[in-house]
């Protein structure tokens, strides 16, 4: 599965870059710091999933997502935020989003939520990657 990153914070980033390197079946094929690099670089690589973070410097990840959804690209969409709650997640759903995380809870859940997402497992239901 191809995957974009959406993430401002260098660090994170790279974790997650290390982390999906390690998954097989994983493949980051781009990343990207804002609302404006999300979009140019989720076009230009055309992935089969995006982990988007909600709070970036030149504006929300839910306007990458809004963008997504009005495109009607079919990318699998996991938000990862450190801002958890419920209006969130609702708003992230209704926009697509295959899954809602709270980053500061670690980031080995958006790996295990993007091969449920690739393997459309039934015995790992994404209803659990929204933690309401």
């Not at 009607?72 to 709650?85: D, H």
């Not at 500061?104 to 459309?120: H, I, K, Q, S, T």
Request: hydrophobic fraction near 50%.
């Amino acid at each position: 599965m191809k995957v974009f990153i959406v993430e401002d914070a260098p660090q994170t980033r790279q974790e997650l870059v290390e982390l999906f390197a390690a998954v097989e079946g994983l493949e980051v094929v781009g990343h990207a710091g804002s609302v404006r690099e999300a979009i140019a670089g989720i076009e230009a690589t055309a992935p089969q999933a995006v982990t988007l973070d909600i709070s970036l410097p030149d504006g929300s990840g839910i306007e990458v997502l809004k963008h997504i959804h009005k495109h009607g690209w079919n990318v699998f969409v996991v938000v990862l935020t450190g801002n958890l709650y419920e209006a969130l997640q609702a708003k992230c759903q209704q926009l697509g989003a295959a899954a809602v995380l709270d980053k500061l809870n670690g980031l080995a859940p958006a790996a295990e939520a993007l091969l449920a997402g690739r393997l459309g497992s039934s015995e790992k239901p994404l209803e659990k990657y929204f933690p309401l």
